[in-house]
T-cell receptor
Framework: DGGITQSPKYLFRKEGQNVTLSCEQN?????MYWYRQDPGQGLRLIYY???????QKGDIAEGYSVSREKKESFPLTVTSAQKNPTAFYLC???????????FGQGTRLTVV | RKEVEQDPGPFNVPEGATVAFNCTYS??????FFWYRQDCRKEPKLLMS???SGNEDGRFTAQLNRASQYISLLIRDSKLSDSATYLC????????????FGQGTILTVHP
């Protein structure tokens, strides 16, 4: 089955620790995105990438880092510098930067 | 100013009603527009892309008004199952490939 896979679905981390969220797609999409969603809020763009080995900061990149070493993979690291990391994180991909995007099922991160 | 703005609602309508949502965008360079539906604690799913000529899919109609920089979504004959959050998105405004969304509009359809 083609699609976007995010793992894990739920993640708990201790304050001060870095954590990496996985996002893999087998749709052969060039563009990939990471969003954060807080309760009752819309999607806020963290990072996006149009091609391998290239990515751009979104609107709330501080405290996050990404890599795009392979077309299929776009992992997101939430660093200890992110002050309020508890949120629902969504990864998406699209054929190109101008076409509709499809989302993974998301990862719920809780800092304890 | 946010790139995309929506009225968060909530909109509470009876079954069978017609309801419309608007979404404004700030950058005239925006290239592509979309409506997504998000159920509680789930990922957003594409409802429809929005084309310059407008497009319709069953009970759903999307329109784009470039002069006034807004897109709209019209839902006719609302069903209970239409209850969800509706997100509008735009791509290519401030930067090629940057896909951003509004804060979402909550719709509740009641019997």
């Amino acid at each position: 089955d083609g699609g976007i896979t995010q793992s894990p679905k739920y993640l708990f981390r201790k304050e001060g620790q870095n954590v990496t969220l996985s996002c893999e797609q087998n749709l052969n999409h060039d563009a990939m995105y990471w969003y954060r969603q807080d309760p009752g809020q819309g999607l806020r763009l963290i990072y996006y990438s149009q091609i391998v080995n290239d990515f751009q900061k979104g609107d709330i990149a501080e405290g996050y880092s990404v890599s795009r070493e392979k077309k299929e993979s776009f992992p997101l690291t939430v660093t200890s510098a992110q002050k309020n990391p508890t949120a629902f994180y969504l990864c998406a991909s699209s054929i190109s930067g101008q076409t509709e995007a499809f989302f993974g099922q998301g990862t719920r991160l809780t800092v304890v | 100013r946010k790139e995309v703005e929506q009225d968060p609602g909530p909109f509470n309508v009876p079954e069978g009603a017609t309801v419309a949502f608007n979404c404004t965008y700030s950058n005239s360079a925006s290239q592509s527009f979309f409506w997504y539906r998000q159920d509680c604690r789930k990922e957003p799913k594409l409802l429809m892309s929005v084309y310059s000529s407008g497009n319709e899919d069953g009970r759903f109609t999307a329109q784009l008004n470039r002069a006034s920089q807004y897109i709209s979504l019209l839902i006719r004959d609302s069903k209970l199952s239409d209850s969800a959050t509706y997100l509008c998105g735009q791509a290519g405004g401030t930067s090629y490939g940057k896909l951003t969304f509004g804060q979402g509009t909550i719709l509740t359809v009641h019997p």
